[in-house]
């Protein structure tokens, strides 16, 4: 099992950047593919980004491609989300995830995915 924690949400302005952090531990983690899923209010939670196990492949929702960058650090065992450009609709509880396939991504549903964060809520005002 991956333990996840998240941090860097908070409040800002349409426009605005934010950099979310998630910090693994676990003997494997860097083994996994990890991802970002929000989650609004009265939504559903939806996958937002992804990064293969080494880096080397990356997935974005098409509502974030161009203004959101997933990437890792397997030595620091952190995975980023680098947010620019944030709209309102950004607004949500964000969620690190570990993939249960190792290596590389073969779902985007939460389903499929094994260990999550706490989450740590992004606002973005307009």
């Known amino acids: 099992q991956v333990q996840l924690v998240e941090s860097g949400g908070g409040l800002v302005q349409a426009g605005g950047s934010l950099r979310l952090s998630c910090a693994a531990s676990?003997?494997?983690?860097?083994?996994?593919?990890m991802g970002w899923f929000r989650q609004a209010p009265g939504k559903e939670r939806e996958f937002v980004a992804g990064?293969?196990?080494?880096?080397?492949?990356?997935y974005y929702a098409d509502s974030v491609k161009g203004r959101f960058t997933i990437s890792r650090d397997n030595a620091k065992n952190t995975v980023y989300l680098q947010m620019n450009t944030l709209k309102s609709e950004d607004t949500a509880v964000y969620y690190c995830?570990?993939?249960?396939?190792?290596?590389?991504?073969?779902?985007?549903?939460?389903?499929?995915?094994?260990?999550w964060g706490q989450g740590t809520q992004v606002t973005v005002s307009s």
């Open positions: 995830a570990a993939a249960l396939s190792l290596y590389y991504i073969v779902s985007f549903a939460p389903t499929d995915w094994g260990s």
């Open positions: 676990g003997r494997t983690s860097s083994q996994y593919p």
């Open positions: 990064v293969s196990w080494n880096g080397g492949a990356t």
